[in-house]
Structure formats: structure tokens, C-alpha cells
């Protein structure tokens, strides 16, 4: 380290060596290229990322959506069979649960169709565990159940529609279960026809 003495400084002898040792650590670099701030190495990537994220904390703006409420405020025309499509995945969504799940939709007749898929365990237990009598006591009930909350939401979303409608004849719907393999398909168990359930062979 070089700590030359300043003669033309008439300060004491112990100033003047520490004044020269100071001045040769600020300004002298060292080996490696880097730059000392307070005594700690700074290398110029690490200088460039500190302006960066400075400048990037004094000029932040409030991030905006890509999402307007003026965007919203647009009307759309909707055919009647969609509403009522949208209406029935809903409704569909909260009759299902986890030992069975249900989905509705609006065939070519038009009428509207269930389809009612149980679980491996409720499925079995319904043709293997109780007599058949007891499980089409348990399929009508549900079929019934679907019936009568399709019936309800025509009745108060499409008043139109309810006049003309017949629950026998405007609803039917299938039971599945797990086909053999877990690859395989859901298996047709049964059908509900103009309120009657009836296995299928």
C-alpha cells in the first residue's frame, strides 16, 4: 500500500500519513476492477442493478387491468335455448355432490336431458349390494328430485315455457356408472322415461 507522506501539508506527521492512506483507498481501485462504497466491493453490474431498482421505485406507476368497466356495461342478445342451456348447468352444478354427479342439457327433441353419473361405490352398491326393488326406489327418487327442481326453474325463469311443458314427456334422463376398467367409459345402469325408471340389460 502505497502511503506516501504530502511534504508541502504542515500538519503533524501522524495527519498527514493518515490522510494519504485514506485518500489512496477511495480513489485507487483495486485488482478485480471494482469500485469500494463505504468500505464494502461494488462491481459495475451490482451499480447498474442498484440505479435500476431505484429509478424503477421512484417512477412506479399504480399497474392497470386490461379489464374496463366501460367494457361491461355493453348489452348482448341471447337466444331463449341458451339462456335455458346456462340455466340447467347451474342448476346441474348444485345437484351434484361427491357420491354422484349430474349434468342437464337440451336435446334435438327438444327436451331436456339428465344424466346422472355415480360414484364406484354408489354404483355398486346399487346393483350388486341391495335388491333391484330398493335400488329403483333410490334412482326414481332422484330422477323425481331432478324433475321437480327443472320444473321449478322453468316455472320462474321462462314463464313461456311453462305452459306448454310436460315433465312426463320434456324430461328423461340416464344413470351411469364406472365401466370395468378405469379407462372404460361410464356403463348405462338404467332410464328414466315419462316417469317410469327401467334397467337396462
Known sequence: MDCRIIKSVSYPIDYEIEYEFYRNQIKKPTREGRLFFRGYPMNKLSLLTLVMLLSSLIYARPVQGEMRWVDLQGQRTVLEVEWLSLHLEVLALRLSYPAYRVSLEIDD????????????????????????????????????????????????????????????????????????????????????RQGIFTWVP
Open 109 to 192: 327433441a327438444p327436451s331436456v336431458k339428465f344424466i346422472f353419473v355415480a360414484s364406484g361405490g354408489m354404483a355398486k352398491h346399487l346393483t350388486e349390494d341391495v335388491e333391484r326393488e330398493a335400488a329403483e326406489e333410490v334412482m326414481s327418487y332422484h330422477a323425481q328430485g331432478i324433475q321437480d327442481q327443472v320444473e321449478k326453474l322453468i316455472k320462474k325463469k321462462f314463464p313461456n315455457l311453462w305452459d306448454r311443458l310436460d315433465m312426463r314427456m320434456d324430461l328423461h334422463g340416464s344413470f351411469m356408472g364406472p365401466g370395468g376398467d378405469w379407462s372404460d367409459p361410464p356403463k348405462l345402469i338404467g332410464e328414466w
